[in-house]
């Protein structure tokens, strides 16, 4: 067994520390904020996460959580897990990445730096010169891109659809393979910047398929067809393949968003102009306010009117907010003039814009609302269309951003329903409300 070193106690830092425990490896966990350190040494997790608090309580003897950058000294791997978020420009910001290398202490051995952060391409040859220009020769280098999605993250560790790896030298490959030896899964060989782009080309494929299949939806909603039998039926096509094919108000989070930009940004500054990925990132940034065009439809003006926003993590089974389309959609709801109230079960609210009123429960997020729209698709909300929920409603109108809801069953509950991409029925227009009466301001 090996002892591994863990830059990042994030998302993909704290899953990779936990996992590789669970692999029996040793491992320490440095981190460069003290809350995190110390919450993680009392047994709180920072994030919600599921499987990991008990996977980190489970595997407690083989981790061990430092500020102190010394600890990681005796370590063979030291995995990269820092944040890359973009810069203005939509580059990149590699400056965690930067300060790691930076602050790597004395090192004996041939340890091995193991990139997991997303990272453009070249990256990998710019670290490598940065290290021999250290003098750290000796150390090795390795990209091993990070593939899970949160909510999920343990099992997508533990059952990878593939380990890709790439090197400079075949033996770091052979070392950081033997990691995973554990792990039953495809193993994918390449040259550092072949691996650094297999995650950028996964992730722009799949929000390329998000953005293809809600252009789908609105030509269904302008047509009169339904996404989710479209997408059924494109689905069951082998050669398509059912995922990702969800209708919705677009993608969010903390790693689409970002690496579309910098897989254009990179694209650019190479001298490229990749128009499709263009087009994806558009797309979805219309799609989030989409749901505007929705609720004025049923609603006339939104000034003055309530809206309940169920769901605010970009989506369910996490509280990440990073990039959630409910950001987007507070805002533009808070700028038409509208009242907006936000529940979620555990995402943090104080990440919306001022003036939105976070509520603990659905029914006090609905109750008086003149719409409520699911922007997350949480378990608990596939009950909402009762009687209870109806009755304490100013006008029973649901916004399904996440068609989440059956259309019909909705409706029959005495709602009206307005799915992504799904017929309306006459009785979903509702009769415009009169304009608020202005109050004169003084
Ligand atoms: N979150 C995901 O679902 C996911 C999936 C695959 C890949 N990735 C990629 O993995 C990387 C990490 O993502 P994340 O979501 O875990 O980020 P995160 O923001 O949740 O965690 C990053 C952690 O790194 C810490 N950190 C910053 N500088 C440090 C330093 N010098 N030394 C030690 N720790 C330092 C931060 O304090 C933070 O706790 C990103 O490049 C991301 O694109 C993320």
Not at 80 to 93: H, L, N, R, W
Not at 402 to 410: A, F, G, V
């Amino acid at each position: 067994m090996s002892k591994v070193g863990i830059f990042g106690a994030g998302w993909v830092g704290l899953v990779t520390g936990a996992c590789f425990a669970e692999l029996g490896h040793d491992v320490v966990i440095r981190d460069v904020v003290p809350e995190k350190i110390e919450g993680l040494r009392r047994g709180s997790v920072p994030f919600h996460e599921q499987d990991i608090p008990a996977l980190l309580e489970r595997n407690a003897s083989r981790l061990t959580y430092t500020l102190d950058v010394n600890d990681v000294a005796g370590c063979q791997f030291l995995f990269v897990c820092v944040d890359t978020p973009p810069t203005y420009s939509g580059d990149a910001d590699l400056s965690r990445v930067w300060t790691v290398i930076d602050e790597l202490p004395e090192l004996d051995g041939t340890p091995i730096l193991v990139m997991k952060s997303t990272v453009p391409v070249g990256t990998g040859e710019k670290v490598r010169a940065g290290l021999d220009q250290r003098g750290l020769d000796h150390v090795g280098y390795a990209s091993n891109p990070e593939f899970l999605a949160e909510g999920r993250a343990v099992q997508d560790f533990m059952n990878p659809d593939r380990i890709v790896v790439g090197a400079f030298d075949p033996d770091d490959a052979d070392a950081v393979a033997g990691l995973y030896s554990a792990i039953d899964a495809p193993f994918v060989r390449s040259d550092v910047n072949s691996a650094e782009m297999i995650k950028l080309a996964a992730n722009a494929f799949l929000m390329t398929r998000i953005s293809f299949i809600n252009e789908i939806a609105n030509v269904c909603e302008a047509t009169g067809a339904d996404v989710v039998k479209v997408a059924e039926g494109i689905g069951l096509d082998k050669r398509l393949g059912p995922h990702f094919l969800r209708a919705g108000i677009g993608y969010g989070g903390s790693c689409f968003p970002k690496d579309s930009l910098a897989l254009k940004q990179l694209a650019s500054n190479s001298g490229y102009h990749f128009q499709l990925l263009s087009a994806v990132i558009e797309v979805n940034e219309l799609q989030k306010r989409r749901v505007i065009g929705k609720l004025k439809r049923h609603l006339g003006p939104l000034r003055g009117k309530t809206v309940a926003l169920l769901g605010l993590a970009f989506k369910a089974n996490t509280d990440d907010m990073r990039e959630a389309p409910s950001i987007v959609l507070a805002s533009r709801l808070l700028a038409e003039g509208a009242e907006v109230r936000a529940w979620d079960p555990v995402a943090d609210g104080s990440k919306l814009p001022k003036g939105v009123d976070v509520v603990g429960s659905v029914a006090d997020a609905v109750r008086g609302a003149d719409a409520a729209v699911i922007v997350t698709e949480w378990d608990e909300l596939k009950g909402l269309a009762t009687e209870e929920i109806r009755a304490s409603m100013a006008n029973p109108l649901i916004v399904d951003g996440r068609n989440l809801l059956d259309p019909e069953e909705t409706r029959r509950a005495g709602f009206a329903y307005d799915g992504i991409g799904r017929p309306t029925s006459p009785g979903d227009v509702l009769p415009q409300a009169p304009e608020p009466q202005r109050v004169q301001e003084v």
